[in-house]
């Protein structure tokens, strides 16, 4: 079974944080969110999230994916957190994937992720960015083990590529048939 770690920053976006959550279960996948900070996450829009545990312990672990939640300030914290700066490190070394949505993409630039990569985020995050990425206007980009995305607006489309880059194409035509998008 696949496994994944979503962490909570105080300041996030709960749409695509609880998007993100709840398709990837929905896809069997098991996801485990951990909190930057101890007990619960004041998310940008005042939603309380419950984390499944502190990023000290998840830490521990080892995941298929790393996904980010942007908002703000959110993405700041996740950006400016040595422990997350580590794990984006260590999942890229293993070749595993990290994926990021909305303004968090700056962690993964932070982190040297970027490098060459064709990324997408939320408007203005990344495009003014320095380095050798390549900024794209799409919902969803992939490229390698990096995949990005604009913004809460684009957190299911995220979320279904995700589903699709662990389990399959199948299984995420079966999660968004149960969706009703159309």
């Known amino acids: 079974m696949a496994k994944v770690l979503v962490p909570l920053a105080p300041g996030c976006e709960e749409l695509e944080a609880v998007t993100t959550v709840d398709i990837l279960r929905r896809a069997g996948i098991e996801v485990i969110t951990a909190g930057l900070v101890p007990g619960v996450v004041r998310a940008s829009r005042g939603t309380v999230l419950v984390p499944d545990v502190a990023l000290d312990e998840a830490m521990h672990h080892e995941y298929d994916m790393m996904v980010l939640p942007g908002g703000m300030p959110g ?7 040595a422990r997350i700066m580590a794990l984006l490190k260590r999942m890229a070394a293993a070749g595993h994937y990290t994926a990021a949505i909305c303004a968090a993409p700056m962690a993964l630039h932070a ?15 990344l495009d003014e960015m320095p380095g050798s990425h390549r900024y794209v206007h799409d919902a969803v980009v992939v490229d390698g083990k990096i995949v990005t995305s604009k913004g809460p607006g684009t957190a299911m ?15 995420r035509d079966q999660v968004e048939a149960d969706l009703v998008r159309s």
């Open 111 to 125: 982190a040297g992720l970027l490098e060459g990569k064709r990324v997408t985020s939320f408007p203005g995050v």
């Open 157 to 171: 489309d995220f979320a279904l590529t995700l589903v699709e880059l662990l389990v399959g194409r199948v299984k």
């Open 75 to 81: 993405s700041e914290h996740l950006k400016d957190d």
